[in-house]
Nanobody, 118 residues
Framework: QVQLVESGGGVVQAGGSLRLSCAAS????????MGWYRQAPGEQRELVAT???????IYKDSVKGRFTISRDNAKNMGYLQMNSLKPDDTAVYYC????????????WGQGTLVTVSS
């Protein structure tokens, strides 16, 4: 069973930076699209960014130019570099993998809290 473990969350002042990491327990990572999602208190979970196995990326408009999603297939690792953080970025950030192998599979990490103080 594939598992995801996020790390790198914490408290940072507005304008600061954090780098989130997502470690996958299986090389299935290599064929999966990886996504970072976030959920703020009282809000629905929303997509932040995705990256395909071939490294094509999509970003939520409000993070374009500030966040960068990347992956290292050799290490089964994914990353989200977050710069110029704003209080509105405060949320629990979740790593997601999805792939198709006869059928669609999807798994989530446990989440890591990012708090941006003003």
């Amino acid at each position: 069973q594939v598992q995801l473990v996020e790390s790198g969350g914490g408290v940072v002042q507005a304008g600061g930076s954090l780098r989130l990491s997502c470690a996958a327990s299986s090389s299935i990572f290599n064929i999966a699209t990886m996504g970072w999602y976030r959920q703020a208190p009282g809000e629905q979970r929303e997509l932040v960014a995705t990256i395909t196995p071939g490294s094509s990326t999509i970003y939520k408009d409000s993070v374009k130019g500030r966040f960068t999603i990347s992956r290292d297939n050799a290490k089964n690792m994914g990353y989200l570099q977050m710069n110029s953080l704003k209080p509105d970025d405060t949320a629990v950030y979740y790593c997601n993998l999805n792939w198709v192998l006869l059928r669609k599979f999807e798994i989530w990490g446990q989440g890591t809290l990012v708090t941006v103080s003003s």
